[in-house]
């Protein structure tokens, strides 16, 4: 059961609560109490950060949503947070306290949010701001905003309500949650995590939070509670920032780069995890195919010969990167992900072949391709620049016309482009021989999650 609390302090609150109750098929059962199927919403006097555990007075809710007026010079917005304050408890809660937090529900909401949202309102995400701090039940701020116009829009309400009745049956977590340091107010890094990924995102410590925080390692309980009440185990920091990136890693967490959300987006952390070992990181090149989405099992390390890429990256290094990318669960690049580079992952030799066939495929375009025997010959007719010179042709354009096909005058003797002609062949071994087997171990015999 999904809590909603309404302020009867916030107008804004009272008009989201107004939309709830007509979209929502709830029944009354008590004064400001109603229920539908999945949501208890509860109407309170007190203004919202002033409350000081909300969720004590609903029966066990999973997570509890707060809707409230969001004030700012930042024009029609709806936005989400969770709460807490790193430095002094200036709008409500404990000092340096932290609300545990929903980083799935939020996720879905910010979606739910830009999906209702009326003409003209921007949606968006915000650092972790204001109480209330000590909450029994993870929770979030939806909010309606910026200023007395918006609070009193039904068409904005209306959006707020139906984002927030999105989230029936909606988890308040799962496995892939971040905690992010630095940046803006309004969390611009984060809120592409939140829209572009898998990845949720919980608590968010602007460069103006950590300023209130004061020396991360005098404050170190304050960042491990991000991690605890997030559920997280990874971090994103936006600028440089080492003293957070010391304490991050003496805590036991990892600092990732956006490029590293990205690439494990839809890939089991277990799987991301292993392959990092075996394989390389995201960050030195690393990158995941398609078939790692969702995949648990076995795989194999292999690596691809040196000969074979230069081939066939030399036709088409587009298509080479596409057929890895199509066929193995994870290989290494380098050339910002442009070129394959060596190493790489299949989930069994089967998976090997199929990459060795589009290779084959592409070099097909300019060779006569032959796979026997676990080797692979391709071979074709190239122009000779040696040959060229040794009949008198000049280095320029003849030389491109002979590689053209065309035959050429050189001084009253006509050269053709088969004098010049030579036969390239490459072979190389492409036997299924696999460097490391590995089976991917599951969060639930993995030591911890997420690092």
Known sequence: MIGIVVSRADSASEHIGEQLL???????????????????????????????DPAAAFDDPDYVVVVSRHAGDTGPL???????????????????????????????VVAALREHAPDGYEVGMECTHHGPTE??????????????????DPEGARAVAQAVLDLRGVDAREERALVAFGGGHYAPRPTRIVEETDWGVGHVAADWCLEDLGDPEAHSDVIERMFAASGAEHAVVDGEKPAVDRVVAELGHRVVSETWVRETDGVPLALARSVETHVGTVDDGLRFGEPAADYDGEYAVVDFPADLLDAVHATDPEA?????AETALAYATDENGNRLAGPAAFADGDAYDAFLDRAAEILAREYEVAREDGELTATREAFDPAAASELGVPEGPKFGQLAGGETVDVDGTEVRPADVT??????????????TRERVRRPSDAEGKGN
């Open 22 to 52: 007509a979209l929502g098929d709830f029944e009354r059962e008590g004064d400001g109490v109603y229920r539908a199927d999945g949501f208890e919403l509860r109407e309170f006097d007190d203004l919202h950060i002033d409350l000081a």
């Open 78 to 108: 709806l936005t989400a947070h969770h709460t807490g304050n790193f430095g002094e408890a200036e709008y409500g809660g404990e000092d340096r306290s932290l609300a545990a937090a929903c980083p799935n529900a939020h996720r879905e």
């Open 135 to 152: 909450v029994s039940a993870p929770s979030m701020f939806v909010e309606l905003g910026s200023g007395e116009d918006e609070w009193n």
């Open 320 to 324: 080479a990167v596409d057929a890895a």
């Open 422 to 435: 030579r036969t390239e062949t490459t072979t190389v071994s492409v036997g299924f021989r696999e460097r």
